[in-house]
C-alpha cells in the first residue's frame, strides 16, 4: 500500500505565509504528479498545485503568484510554500499523488491537514 502524510497545517493571520509538506511511503515504483487540493466548506474539492516527476507545475488562478509548489523525487515529497495568505485560503488541504504500482497507476490521497486564516 501507499500512504501520504500530510504536515504543516495550522492557524495564520491574513498576509502571512505557511509551508505544508508531504511525504509518500510504501511500495511502489514511482510517483508520476503529485500535488493539493483544498475543500472549504460547502465548496468542491480543489486543485491548488500540482507538479510532475520532470519539475512541471500547474497552479490555479485564485493562487498564482502568492503559492509555490515543489518536491524532491528521492525523498517522495512535495511541498506548498504558502504566501500572502487571505480568508478565502481557509480550507482543508490534500496532498495527491498518481503513483505508479506494477503496470498500473493508482490515485491517493492524504488525510488532509487544516488551513485557517484569520482576517
Known amino acids: 500500500q501507499v500512504q501520504l502524510v500530510e504536515s504543516g497545517g495550522g492557524l495564520v493571520q491574513a498576509g502571512g505565509s505557511l509551508r505544508l509538506s508531504c511525504a509518500a511511503s510504501?511500495?511502489?515504483?514511482?510517483?508520476?504528479?503529485m500535488g493539493w487540493y483544498r475543500q472549504a466548506p460547502g465548496k468542491q474539492r480543489e486543485l491548488v498545485a500540482d507538479i510532475t516527476n520532470s519539475g512541471s507545475t500547474d497552479y490555479a488562478d485564485s493562487v498564482k503568484g502568492r503559492f509555490i509548489i515543489s518536491r524532491d523525487n528521492a525523498k517522495n515529497t512535495v511541498s506548498l510554500q504558502m504566501n500572502s495568505l487571505s480568508s478565502e485560503d481557509t480550507a482543508v488541504y490534500y496532498c495527491?499523488?498518481?503513483?505508479?504500482?506494477?503496470?498500473?497507476?493508482?490515485?491517493?490521497w492524504g488525510q488532509g491537514t487544516q488551513v485557517t486564516v484569520s482576517s
Open positions: 510504501g511500495s511502489f515504483f514511482n510517483i508520476n504528479t
Open positions: 495527491n499523488a498518481d503513483v505508479r504500482r506494477a503496470l498500473r497507476t493508482y490515485t491517493y
